[in-house]
């Protein structure tokens, strides 16, 4: 399982697992739970760099929101695939 603290948002941290570049598992801390349980169930099961791609960029408070910070949250894993001597 992977860890992100959010930046700006309601939801305080993102806890998710990939497996073959595909979301298999999401979870919020904090936030407004209706919401983010909807953000899991759409986005489960699909290719990250999908999620990414539609996914960055919605705002909502401080210039981001937590469908913008689950996005950071899939680059910021990525680039640790990328360069696991980093980590």
Known sequence: ME???TKGTCSRQIIFDVKDNKLTELKFINGCSGNLQA??????GKDIDEIINVLKGIKCRENTSCPDQLAHALMEYKERQLNPEEK
């Open 3 to 5: 860890s992100y603290r």
């Open 39 to 44: 953000i899991a169930k759409l986005t489960l």
